[in-house]
């Protein structure tokens, strides 16, 4: 496997359902995140972990919950969700967060996305 | 507010015929501006970085360019390949490593 996975890609679950997304990264990398794509909305981060420590929670609903056993994977547990959760939820790593004094880059390479369907 | 907001939204080219998309931004202190390419069912694909104002990045018919305000992606020759949602994004200084993405550009490159 080389880069972003995630599994599964597709997810269709009841609103009193708890499931996981799991997305593993295998490019070295130090910062994870979770985000969700909305149809014809921008995309809208979620969560951001560095060296396993979440440093961001971008006010997301309790119903998501994010854990980060190590650098390489990240999960999102979901629970009780709503209808209008229903989107494409991208999981992204960086070598670092910042852009270093010198410019090291530190672009967010993608996974393939988890469509998610609450019925 | 930190705002990305990219134009036009939708934009459709016969194969040859180039053209430009458009992002304006407005952050308090740019550390970055970011350049995605995203297919219809598949996550966000990095094309370019930019740092700072009168930078040019190149990667085959695409040239990335930016200016204190805006960056411009312009497609030169454009392929029924290209057409995807192509996505800018920036990083602002105070903001740790969150991404703030515009909406997106919807191309299609007809033959």
């Known amino acids: 496997e080389t880069g972003v996975t995630q599994t599964p890609r597709h997810l269709v679950m009841g609103m009193t359902n708890k499931k996981s997304l799991k997305c593993e990264q295998h490019l070295g990398h130090n910062a994870m995140y979770w985000y969700k794509q909305s149809a014809k909305k921008p995309l809208e981060l979620m969560f951001v972990y560095n060296f396993k420590e979440q440093t961001e929670n971008n006010s997301v609903p309790s119903r998501f919950s994010p854990e980060c056993p190590n650098s390489s994977h990240l999960f999102l547990h979901l629970h009780t969700l709503q209808p209008e959760d229903s989107a494409l939820y991208l999981c992204?790593?960086?070598?670092?967060?910042?852009?270093?004094?010198?410019?090291?880059?530190?672009?967010?390479?993608f996974g393939p996305g988890t469509r998610l369907t609450v019925l | 507010e930190d705002q990305v907001t990219q134009s036009p939204e939708a934009l459709r080219l016969q194969e040859g015929e180039s053209s430009s998309l458009n992002c304006s931004y407005t952050v308090s202190g740019l550390r970055g501006l970011f350049w995605y390419r995203q297919d219809p069912g598949k996550g966000p694909e990095f094309l370019f970085t930019l740092y700072s104002a009168g930078e040019e990045k190149e990667k085959e018919r695409l040239k990335a360019t930016l200016t204190k305000k805006e960056s411009f992606l312009h497609i030169t020759a454009p392929k029924p390949e290209d057409s995807a949602t192509y996505l800018c994004?920036?990083?602002?200084?105070?903001?740790?490593?969150?991404?703030?993405f515009g909406q997106g550009t919807e191309l299609s490159v007809k033959p």
């Open positions: 992204a790593s960086s070598q670092d967060l910042f852009i270093g004094p010198r410019g090291a880059y530190n672009e967010q390479f």
């Open positions: 994004a920036v990083q602002a200084r105070n903001q740790g490593g969150k991404l703030i």
